[in-house]
């Protein structure tokens, strides 16, 4: 079946680092892939996507690199500040609007 | 506030009762979604509406049953409830039932005793 999983269930950096947070997918036919982030008792909030046509994507202090040769995601958020601190989700949507999520993975920033 | 809104946002309830869930969005979106998120966190999808109409029915067992009266609108009805069914439940919406950004609400932690 399909899946999606991170690779490391906690992250812990230091405040104004670089984080780099990982996720293999294991359907070649996905086409869109979404970073969320969980702050502790809210819902998922939207980071950024990326189609499986592209490489690269660039937001706000993140960049979502995907490989589909290796069926590789990563988010790479930039200076990390202490309202990073979270769940990343990443999730695979094949345009039918059903969102496979991974496990998720908690960030934890240090001051 | 445009957003997606959820109530309760607790609900503390015992086995074999039967609670509903509101979900109600402003976002002008005509699809909406009900997820589940479990102790360890995964979070998986249960139900989505376009348009009033269900489009993704998991394999969610019929003791579930969700209600769109209207575009704005995704209730959550279950019966019998069971020890299992404690979970955080999500509400999300998006424009578009093929894909694109969803928004979501800010959960309905569900526990039954």
């Known amino acids: 079946g399909e899946s999606v999983g991170l690779h490391l269930p906690t992250l812990s950096v230091q405040e104004g680092d670089n984080s780099i947070i990982n996720c293999a997918y294991s359907?070649?036919?996905?086409?869109?892939f979404i970073w969320y982030k969980q702050e502790s008792g809210k819902g998922p909030q939207f980071i950024i996507d990326?189609?499986?046509?592209?490489d690269k994507r660039q937001g706000q202090r993140v960049t979502v690199l995907l490989n589909k040769t290796v069926k590789h995601l990563s988010l790479q958020i930039a200076a990390t500040q202490p309202g990073d601190s979270a769940v990343y989700f990443c999730?695979?949507?094949?345009?039918?609007?059903?969102?496979?999520f991974g496990q998720g993975t908690t960030l934890q920033v240090k001051p | 506030d445009t957003a997606v809104s959820q109530t309760p946002k607790y609900l503390v309830t015992q086995m074999g009762n039967d609670k509903s869930i509101k979900c109600e969005q402003n976002?002008?979106?005509?699809?909406m979604y009900w997820y589940k998120q479990d102790s360890k966190k995964f979070l998986k999808i249960m139900f989505s509406?376009?348009?009033?109409?269900?489009?993704i029915n998991e394999t969610v067992p019929n003791r579930f049953s969700p209600k769109s009266p209207d575009k704005a609108h995704l209730n959550l009805h279950i019966n019998s409830l069971e020890l299992g069914d404690s979970a955080v439940y999500f509400c999300?919406?998006?424009?578009?039932?093929?894909?694109?950004?969803?928004?979501f609400g800010p959960g309905t932690r569900l526990t039954v005793t």
């Open positions: 359907n070649s036919a996905s086409d869109y």
């Open positions: 999300a919406s998006s424009q578009g039932g093929g894909g694109g950004e969803q928004y």
């Open positions: 976002l002008g979106h005509d699809t």
């Open positions: 999730a695979e949507n094949k345009n039918t609007g059903k969102l496979i």
């Open positions: 990326i189609r499986s046509n592209m």
């Open positions: 509406y376009n348009n009033k109409e269900l489009i």
